[in-house]
């Protein structure tokens, strides 16, 4: 009997080129992000951490081969854009120059951010913004480079984007397993976008989710409003 073939083994991780452009080198923002992080390092860094959250080595998109970084002064934090084979991302020095006092771990957070934008899936164009962003922001809070104004708050709507979606996503990984929003995104590999796509994931369509998800952001203020108020009186009495 002749022996199982094994499968091929996985291909390496497909780390695109890097190039990295500066318009204006007299900025103040080009030395903090300079003296912050090693650009090239930076921009490998925050690849792996968009491939270890979305995807495997066997799953992982393979047609970027190039990532432009660009660093000028405008207006907002960052953006990206491009073709599937060269992503150009745009990152501003004003704001560089503005969060200079914690320039690391903010760069870093921004980068990751705009790297998942290379490589996630979108359904074909028709994905909700604020679940583009908010697999973004997902990625950047499970890389533990969420800045400390963020907070989980509920509302009405779940597709708000950025923190705001990004925490509702933790809560549906957390509360259905590891993997969930890596399934999530490949799900909107070659099909375009429908709700139903977090009732086929985790057996509830996303209303549903988001109601749950605020009755626990309740729960979890009503008891520690509990527990407030009772090491106070404990305090009182001592």
Not at 174 to 182: A, K, L, S, V
Request: net charge negative.
């Amino acid at each position: 009997m002749p022996p199982a073939s094994l499968p091929p083994p996985p291909k390496p991780w497909p780390i695109p080129n890097f190039q990295l452009r500066i318009d204006d080198l007299d900025h103040e923002g080009v030395d903090i992000f300079l003296a912050a992080v090693n650009p090239k390092q930076a921009m490998h860094a925050a690849v792996m951490t968009s491939f270890q959250f979305l995807y495997t080595q066997r799953t992982v998109p393979r047609t970027v081969r190039q990532i432009n970084l660009v660093l000028r002064p405008m207006d907002g934090v960052a953006y990206t854009f491009g073709s599937q084979t060269l992503k150009e991302i745009h990152f501003s020095l004003d704001y560089i120059k503005r969060t200079a006092n914690r320039a690391r771990d903010e760069i870093m957070g921004v980068l990751v951010h705009e790297v998942v934008h290379c490589f996630q899936y979108n359904a074909f164009d028709t994905c909700p913004s604020g679940l583009i962003e908010g697999i973004a922001d997902f990625v950047r809070l499970h890389a533990g480079l969420s800045p400390p104004h963020w907070k989980r708050t509920g509302g009405d709507r779940w597709d708000m984007g950025y923190e705001k979606t990004a925490y509702f996503l933790d809560w549906i990984e957390n509360r259905y397993g590891e993997g969930t929003i890596r399934e999530l995104n490949a799900a909107m590999k070659d099909t375009q976008y429908h709700r139903r796509i977090f009732k086929e994931l985790t057996g509830r369509p996303v209303r549903k989710l988001w109601a749950m998800y605020c009755k626990s952001l309740e729960e979890s203020s009503d008891a520690e409003t509990t527990e407030g108020f009772l090491l106070l009186h404990h305090e009182y009495e001592s």
